[in-house]
């Protein structure tokens, strides 16, 4: 069962005593519920964390913040500590509860680390003050890691998914021939050194094609090309 071990330290002006006793008995409700740690949201936080890379620090903390959206009686037992005026003390507290170095947490919630640029959590700095907790899921996410997902295609949809073959070929863009020939060479070579960081920008007036030569490019350089769902509204 998902326990937390608390040791419970405000500058020494909070009783021992009558912090220790809330936390039995929060705990004590909490470790009556259901969420275990084979079950269906740590399975996809593992799953999760090996496609996107993220540390064992990154995701002890994703799955916590996951429990804590939906466990009312976890929300209990961390009423107020999670409110820590800044990051340092945020991770103090996290790496207390969940058994690891504050350095870890520290780092794990800095504005570089992978769950606060994925948007995953958003950044406790710039929360505001009258929020319940700093580890703020992005909205929908408690939802899509507590359904059971088959592969890795299935978790990620929510987020990006495998883009279609493009209905176009190089001669449908002769106004781009040049350009076409440049960028494919510039993505090959990128593909055959394993280059990170590579980025191509396509710009133009919508319907003119750009997402189906993005698709091409993909097609024409032996690429996986994934597309983010967005709303053209707004």
Known sequence: EFKLAVEIRYGGRMRRETARRRVEVCLARHEAETTRRNGT???????????????????????????LSVSGTLHDVTEGMLLQSSIPALGGFLGAVLGFEREGAIAALSRNATLITTGILKDPLTQDRHCKTFLE?????????????????????AFFRHAPESKLVTDDFP????????????????????????????????GTGKTELARLSAQSTGLNLYEVPVDDNG
Do not use: W
């Open 41 to 67: 949201v740590f399975r996809n936080v593992q799953l999760f964390g090996c496609l996107m890379g993220l540390c064992a620090v990154e995701q002890e903390i994703l799955a916590f913040s996951l429990v």
């Open 137 to 157: 899921l992005m909205p929908g996410i408690g939802t899509v890691f507590s359904q059971e997902h088959k592969t890795a295609d299935s978790l990620m949809a």
């Open 175 to 206: 106004h781009l021939r040049e350009d076409i020939s440049t960028m494919f060479a510039y993505l090959r070579q990128a593909r055959e050194v394993n280059a990170k960081g590579v980025n191509v920008l396509l710009y133009g007036p919508p």
